[in-house]
């Protein structure tokens, strides 16, 4: 009696599975293919590209602007009138977004490794595609909205570049196995050379990417500056109310040199400290005056503005989520809070001795102290206790009158003029915002005894880059976060880097160079053999059908089940593999001439 053993073994691959199922909705094995991917499916996969590497972009944009969150709340403040944190939802959508958007990437890669068909589902498609269109919208409105945070990417390079150079050559490093792959197994030599090119190029540019990086932390530690100075910038804002004594009494006890603040004048002359144009945000003007809550705020005399509240919107609105670890004590003290005027945050400094940098806004025209209000600030300095020294003027506004009323006062600017034209003017200190803050015009500046003080700075790594940069003092809302930075968070000598960076390169050589070597020794293995291991997921019933049609799957799914009801063949099965195809037989039907005579 003759045995006849099944077709073909098929073995369970849990993995591969759920590699085509999540990705393409292929769940059962007939439904696989190893033929190649349309233009179609290429062009999805390109799409899917394009979106994860500009989520990429997106996602390390708001990572480092985080320096700057509550900027962006104060700007969208500014035009909705309402406070709100609009960084949540942003941060929310795009780690969701990238996240998917990631794993879609991984699942890809593991399809071309394994040859499987790309045939990205319906429903990730069209995900895919709401992510990008989002993706984009988000960067345009952010180039319309906040343009200026851009330059926080280019500074933020000058910190993490030498670390992105190295994960990115790492990636680009491991998907040289993906590419020598794809190399060694497409029969047409010109996409081969292509891919090669492409490739190649590509490491070659990350190879040579160092020669432009240039960071003021690559530098000797013996040419490292004195730790910058931190001045409180309205207080501590982050531990209470900002522009109240609590929150510059907080900045003090984080040890800060200097209080920073924003001066506006009442209506009946006094200086007072406030940041918005109305006092509708950090007061309850809304309840005591509602008829002129969106007035100016210098419409108000000080008698009006000293009965507002400045500390029950700071638990309200918890701008910097930290309320949460405010002791009792604190919270009941910062629901008392009042407006603070110039006289007694310049007696706090005198008392404390400490230094006082502010910047003082002009009344509109129709206010009546429009000619006076220099005077008014300039009588609160004289008549207060504090030494002129300690006050730092930053208003351009009759400097010359400043100078002769008060010569010892500190003459600050806070626009970027040259050297010569500063000493003109007899000013000693520059006020920066960071993206003016070069290190070349940082050491022109400390050369000529000029000192710079970059604002704001909220982040250890941006204070470890403006400290290897050479900054005197920077203005933050996180004095108690810059405290806890003894050193610049990464320094390293040029000779250090250059080792780094060589090292890289050399390893990444070796991998990729190992990596093409093994696939081609199993290339050239497979065809002196003569002999092609199939698996189970390639045996196909129509292999030159790219699409089946429903019947035809049925039948592969019949024909699947019926073999393996009919039991499963072990020892007995010997396959011979054809350059044209997969032709199968059992050991029964392969003999010898003395099996058959001795049948016959």
């Avoid at 998917?100 to 895919?128: D, E, P, S």
């Avoid at 806004?361 to 009588?379: E, F, G, T, Y």
């Avoid at 909220?458 to 996180?478: F, T």
């Avoid at 610049?488 to 880097?497: G, L, N, Q, R």
Wanted: hydrophobic letters at 45%.
């Amino acid at each position: 009696m003759v045995k006849h053993q099944p077709l073909q073994v098929y073995e369970r691959q849990l993995c591969l599975s759920c590699l085509t199922g999540i990705y393409g909705c292929r769940w059962k094995r007939y439904q696989r293919s190893h033929d190649d991917s349309s233009k179609w499916e290429c062009s999805w996969f390109f799409l899917l590209c394009c979106s994860f590497l500009l989520l990429l972009v997106w996602s390390y944009f708001w990572l480092e602007a985080r320096n700057d969150y509550n900027e962006f709340n104060w700007l969208l403040y500014n035009r909705s009138a309402v406070w709100k944190d609009g960084t949540v939802p942003i941060l929310a959508t795009t780690l969701t977004g990238f996240t998917y958007t990631a794993f879609l990437m991984i699942l890809a890669l593991c399809h071309i490794v394994l040859g499987q068909q790309l045939n990205l589902y319906w429903i990730h498609k069209i995900v895919v595609l709401a992510i990008l269109l989002t993706t984009i919208t988000g960067v345009v409105s952010i180039d319309d909205f906040w343009q200026d945070e851009w330059d926080i990417v280019i500074i933020s390079l000058q910190f993490t570049g030498p670390f992105l150079h190295i994960g990115a050559l790492a990636v680009v490093t491991a998907l040289g196995w993906v590419i020598a792959g794809q190399v060694v197994r497409v029969e047409r030599s010109r996409l081969q050379v292509v891919m090669l090119v492409i490739y190649v190029s590509l490491l070659l540019v990350l190879y040579l990417v160092p020669l432009f990086i240039s960071s003021p932390c690559i530098t000797d530690r013996s040419k490292l500056g004195p730790r910058p100075a931190v001045i409180g910038r309205r207080g501590a804002p982050m531990l209470a109310p900002e522009h109240t004594i609590m929150s510059f009494s907080k900045a003090l006890q984080q040890k800060v040199t200097a209080l920073e603040a924003d001066v506006t004048i009442s209506l009946d002359g006094v200086p007072f400290l406030m940041r918005d144009r109305t006092l509708r945000r950090t007061t309850n003007v809304d309840k005591l005056f509602p008829a002129r809550q969106d007035h100016d705020a210098s419409f108000f005399n000080w008698t009006e503005i000293r009965s507002l509240n400045a500390g029950l919107w700071f638990l309200r609105d918890d701008p910097y989520w930290t309320v949460q670890y405010m002791s009792e004590k604190d919270r009941n003290r910062t629901a008392n809070q009042t407006v603070c005027s110039l006289a007694e945050l310049l007696r706090l400094a005198a008392r404390t001795n400490r230094s006082v940098i502010f910047s003082l806004r002009r009344p509109p025209a129709q206010h009546p102290r429009h000619q006076l209000w220099v005077s008014d600030a300039l009588k609160v300095i004289q008549r207060s206790s504090i030494l002129p020294e300690q006050v730092m003027w930053t208003p351009d506004w009759y400097r010359k009158k400043v100078r002769a009323a008060v010569p010892l006062l500190q003459q600050t600017s806070d626009e970027k003029l040259p050297v010569a034209e500063l000493k003109e003017r007899g000013i000693s200190t520059l006020t920066l915002h960071y993206s003016q803050a070069r290190a070349q015009d940082i050491r022109q500046f400390s050369g000529s005894n000029v000192s710079v003080n970059v604002y704001p700075v909220n982040e250890p790594w941006l204070y470890s880059l403006m400290w290897c940069s050479g900054v005197q003092s920077v203005s933050s809302d996180a004095p108690h976060i810059l405290k806890k930075v003894p050193n610049p968070v990464w320094i390293m000598s040029a000779d250090e880097y250059g080792l780094i960076w060589i090292t890289s390169d050399l390893i990444s050589v070796a991998i990729v160079m190992g990596i093409f070597i093994f696939q081609n020794y199993h290339l050239i293995r497979w065809k002196m053999s003569g002999m092609r291991s199939y698996n189970p997921e390639q045996v196909m019933l129509s292999a030159v059908v790219r699409r089946p049609s429903r019947d035809v799957n049925l039948m592969k799914e019949k024909l699947i089940f019926s073999e393996i009801n009919n039991g499963v063949g072990s020892t007995d099965e010997f396959s011979v593999f054809t350059g044209n195809g997969l032709d199968t037989y059992s050991c029964d039907d392969i003999m010898t001439p003395a099996r058959q005579a001795t049948k016959l």
